[in-house]
């Protein structure tokens, strides 16, 4: 964690994920949004940043400020979610496509390209309308999604550590191919899991906000991608009710830096080769 | 006038604990169409000299004292583009490891035909293309092959085809960085046999770098061996090798560590302990401290390069003291 | 060319098991649309099972499937609901304005974020390269949706002066070609510009990595050491070989820069394959939907097949014969 800090860009990235993280875990406590509370009449609704909201009001007169921090929640929640899913199903399925090669990596690979070469947005779209629109299945959906990738970066690691001498002295010890996985494979390939899964985050947090934004949302979560799509869809650009959609774009392009930021800054540090200057 | 003449050259390069001095006080001259061999261990500096001489050095290297005559002029004093215009043109480099010098995507006829047209634009393709077909014949490459890539050939090919490379246009002279050391023995041999036999037929002169002294004692008219940045000994090969033999003491220890197949078997003895760690500063004569013969002196003072005849000069407070009658 | 034959076979077979995952994936539909369409029009239980039948969505799945399969080689993709008309002709026309769509923005961005690649990576560690990075980070860090937004926005509310929405103007009438011409144009400008500001910082950060990588190979230094001079050295030699891993990753981004179109698409109303889907998914019309997912995805199966014979062109290395 020191040496993030150390680098520069893991350094902003830190800051920004604080900030963030921040704003999804605190904020909500103090300033919880009720979607029920909506405005009196015609026009308190989409009016500009004021004494009572902060942050203007929605197309249903509610405060802004207050889904802005509810939404940082969900938005991070389906993130972090959908991440866990990929990278438990992606690294597992990687180490021992890659460590037990043959057949079953045959097969793996197959599959893995399959949904590599799949269009991801496409294939959320129509498992998002055939699968329904509660938050489970977006992070079903968009979990499904990213473990390819990770699967084959971890197998290609795995297939590398393989050749190398501890495993047929380990073998030849008596060692049990779990155990060998355990105590020599996990540790050398957690580096690249670890720097893989934090770029994932950015790329499932990223996804839900496309996907909410496409309507496919949970309507009852309201997260910063299904802010988007309210303020679309309610014509919220076209009467220039930028404290609506300017807010949660910018929070999910600071989310999504700070996560990108710390991944290719932890990548560096682990993987010397990778480094340039600066 | 000599072709090159190095006196007291200093290169550096930048270090975490200052300033690192790769070569440290070298003189090294080259006569027109001579062949010089450049010897010494991994880490002596024989690359980093070579290399300075087309200026080729990697960003933050930096030559301090000292100067390079070429052909006269002192390179050192050259801007960028002046270097650029003697590049390949009066100096050429073949560089060690062929199959990552050149370029994957590129035949290797062009490779070859590339620098001829830089140099001189009045030569047109047609005419590049039938040079390049007179080099491939001279280093033993069917023409045919004009149009095929890098890693269609084998390692003893790909080297013949960065030495057509070499030659281009007519250097001066060639440098050869450890051509032959990822080959094996025998195409060693016929590539060693191709430099000198290009080398006499064109009257080019030659800079042979290799760690290993046989190579150098079958084609070289003069050797040069390196020890931790510093020249330790200089001679005709035939002076150095022969039975006048080698006279500084790590020299004479390079050559006992080759088996002479002919005579009885020995113990090779390798010699014990590390080069000095450069970063450190030096006192005294840097081989001192493995050296089995070392004076009471050497560890103070540091030996100057001396001519002890026939061409012959030596950096050892031993062989000058012999030389002078007093040992 | 038996390579040649074997992949175009290694084509048709990921194009037959997409037509195959496709069927299945919509032929397990929580619900059932014929039972929505009967609910809302109240028929009675023949009128079901003809609609059924006329629809194909009688029968075993298996007969389902080779039926879908026949049809599909016939060109019949079923018949829309929502849209009133035919799913292949539909899909058809929603095509080729994603295409053109696609090729505006691809050129922008393969042109310019190369160049801004090379330009970076030539410079590694100087202020004009890190700020490039920078760049590059929070622009790809951007939904492609927002930027849009933004910039409908920017020209459609605040500024002005583009059209923000379809891809002419309603109810226009053109004196000539070239005016429906210009028309097209001026509403392809922002849908353009914005799939071109997200995928242009993925471009710039991957040339400018492979040059990087390049620079430090040996053949960069007998480049030096020939007397080439820095723009030979960059183009000639590091370019040609940088371009092989940055066409590879460009595979590989076909699948984003397809979800890149169609979030533009929705965006600003422009009639293509994402529109499609986005209102197909609102009407719950699942012929069309599955259509335009398989047709997508073919594109792509196609895109990739074209890459991967582009780059076993380029790279001597990798045959293309045996």
Redesign the interface.
């Known amino acids: 964690m020191g040496k993030l800090w150390a680098d520069r860009m893991g350094r902003w990235g830190l800051i920004a994920l604080a900030i963030t993280t921040f704003i999804a875990v605190i904020c909500p406590i103090f300033f919880p949004f009720d979607p029920s509370k909506v405005g009196a009449d015609a026009a308190s609704i989409l009016t500009g940043p004021s004494k009572t909201h902060l942050l203007g009001s929605d197309e249903l007169g509610r405060d802004v400020l207050r889904q802005f921090f509810t939404g940082a929640r969900i938005s991070l929640f389906v993130g972090i979610m959908a991440t866990v899913i990929s990278t438990i199903v992606g690294s597992g399925l990687g180490i021992f496509a890659g460590y037990y090669m043959g057949r079953l990596d045959g097969i793996l690979m197959r599959i893995t390209d399959?949904f590599?070469?799949?269009?991801?947005?496409?294939?959320m779209?129509?498992?998002?309308?055939?699968?329904?629109q509660n938050i489970t299945v977006i992070i079903m959906v968009i979990g499904f999604l990213s473990w390819p990738r990770t699967a084959r970066i971890v197998r290609s690691q795995t297939l590398s550590l393989r050749q190398r001498q501890f495993v047929p002295r380990a073998k030849s010890l008596g060692s049990s191919n779990l155990r060998i996985i355990r105590t020599h494979i996990v540790p050398h390939v957690m580096p690249l899991i670890v720097a893989n899964t934090i770029l994932v985050v950015?790329g499932c947090i990223?996804s839900e906000?496309?996907l909410s934004?496409?309507?496919?949302g949970d309507p009852d979560r309201i997260s910063w991608?299904t802010m988007?799509h309210f303020?679309?869809v309610s014509g919220a650009?076209?009467r220039?009710a930028?404290w609506y959609?300017?807010p949660p774009?910018f929070g999910?392009?600071f989310i999504?830096?700070g996560f990108?930021?710390v991944g290719?800054s932890f990548e560096k540090i682990t993987n010397p080769r990778l480094g340039?200057?600066? | 006038m000599s072709l090159l003449e190095i006196r007291d050259l200093h290169i550096s390069y930048p270090n975490p604990k200052g300033e690192f001095f790769a070569v440290d006080g070298v003189d090294l001259t080259i006569e027109k169409g001579e062949f010089v061999g450049l010897a010494g261990e991994s880490g002596c500096g024989k690359t980093t000299l070579a290399l300075s001489i087309p200026r080729l050095l990697p960003r933050g290297s930096h030559i301090g004292a000292g100067s390079i005559h070429f052909n006269g002029v002192d390179t050192t004093a050259l801007s960028e583009e002046g270097m650029r215009a003697l590049r390949w043109k009066e100096i050429s480099v073949v560089f060690q490891g062929a199959l990552n010098a050149l370029n994957p995507v590129h035949t290797i006829g062009s490779q070859i035909a590339e620098p001829i047209r830089i140099h001189d634009e009045s030569v047109s393709k047609k005419q590049a293309h039938d040079r390049t077909l007179e080099l491939l014949e001279a280093v033993g490459i069917p023409a045919r092959r004009f149009e095929d890539f890098p890693h269609q050939f084998s390692g003893g090919m790909r080297q013949r085809v960065m030495i057509a490379m070499a030659l281009s246009c007519m250097p001066k002279l060639v440098i050869a960085d450890e051509p032959i050391t990822a080959l094996d023995v025998m195409t060693q041999a016929q590539i060693l046999d191709l430099l000198r036999s290009l080398c006499d037929r064109y009257s080019l002169s030659m800079l042979l770098i290799s760690h290993d002294l046989s190579v150098l004692a079958q084609t070289c008219d003069r050797v040069a061996v390196m020890y931790a940045g510093k020249m330790a000994e200089q001679g005709p090969t035939s002076r150095v090798f022969g039975n006048h033999g080698a006279k500084h003491p790590y020299t004479q220890r390079l050559l006992s560590a080759y088996p002479n197949i002919k005579h009885e078997r020995k113990f090779i003895d390798g010699i014990p302990g590390y080069p000095p760690d450069l970063s450190q500063e030096q006192v005294g004569c840097r081989f001192a401290d493995r050296c089995d013969v070392a004076l009471s002196r050497c560890a103070t003072e540091v030996p100057e390069l001396i001519d002890i005849g026939g061409g012959q000069s030596v950096a050892c407070h031993l062989a000058s003291d012999i030389r002078a009658g007093v040992q | 060319m038996p390579f040649l034959l074997r992949r175009f076979f290694t084509l048709l077979s990921?194009i037959f098991?997409?037509v195959t995952?496709n069927f299945f994936?919509?032929h397990?539909?929580?619900g059932d649309p014929i039972r929505l369409i009967a609910r809302t029009q109240r028929l009675n239980a023949e009128a079901i099972a003809k609609m059924r039948a006329s629809f194909g969505l009688d029968g075993s799945i298996l007969s389902q499937y080779f039926r879908y399969l026949s049809k599909l080689v016939h060109g019949d993709l079923g018949y829309s609901f929502s849209f009133k008309e035919n799913v292949s002709g539909l899909v058809g026309r929603a095509l080729g304005n994603t295409l053109l769509l696609l090729t505006a923005s691809t050129l922008i961005v393969v042109i310019l974020g190369i160049a801004i690649g090379v330009f970076a990576g030539s410079r590694?560690?100087k202020k004009s390269d890190?700020a490039t990075v920078i760049s590059s980070?929070?622009l790809?860090?951007?939904?492609?949706?927002?930027v849009g937004?933004?910039l409908?926005?920017t020209f459609?509310?605040?500024v002005g002066g583009l059209p923000i929405s379809g891809i002419s103007t309603a109810n226009a009438v053109y004196s000539n070609g070239f005016e429906y011409f210009m028309d097209i144009s001026r509403h392809l400008i922002l849908p353009t510009v914005t799939l071109a500001i997200v995928d242009i910082a993925f471009f710039i950060i991957i040339t400018r990595t492979a040059l990087?990588d390049v620079m430090t190979e040996d053949y960069m230094l007998t480049a030096r050491g020939k007397g080439l001079g820095r723009r030979a050295i960059v183009w000639r030699h590091g370019f040609r070989n940088a371009m092989l891993p940055v066409l590879t990753a460009s595979a590989?981004y076909?699948?984003?820069l397809?979800?890149g179109a169609?979030?533009v698409e929705?965006?600003f109303s422009w009639p293509g394959m994402g529109l499609l889907?986005?209102n197909s998914?609102?009407a719950?019309d699942?012929p069309v939907?599955?259509a335009?997912?398989l047709l997508?995805?073919v594109a792509?199966?196609v895109a990739?097949f074209a890459a991967d014979l582009l780059y076993r062109v380029l790279d001597p290395r990798v045959a293309v014969s045996k």
């Open positions: 399959f590599l070469v799949v269009p991801a947005l496409p294939l779209i129509a498992l998002g309308a055939i699968f329904g950015a990223l906000a496309t934004f496409i309507g496919l991608g988007l303020s679309f650009i076209g220039g930028w959609f300017l774009g999910i392009l999504v830096l990108t930021l290719h340039g200057s600066e | 990921s098991a997409i995952f994936l919509f397990i539909i929580p590694q560690g890190t980070l929070i790809w860090s951007m939904p492609t949706f927002w937004m933004l409908v926005f459609g509310v605040w990087i590989l076909i699948s984003a397809v979800g169609i979030q929705v965006v889907m986005y998914v609102l719950r699942y939907l599955e335009s997912f997508t995805t792509v199966l990739n």
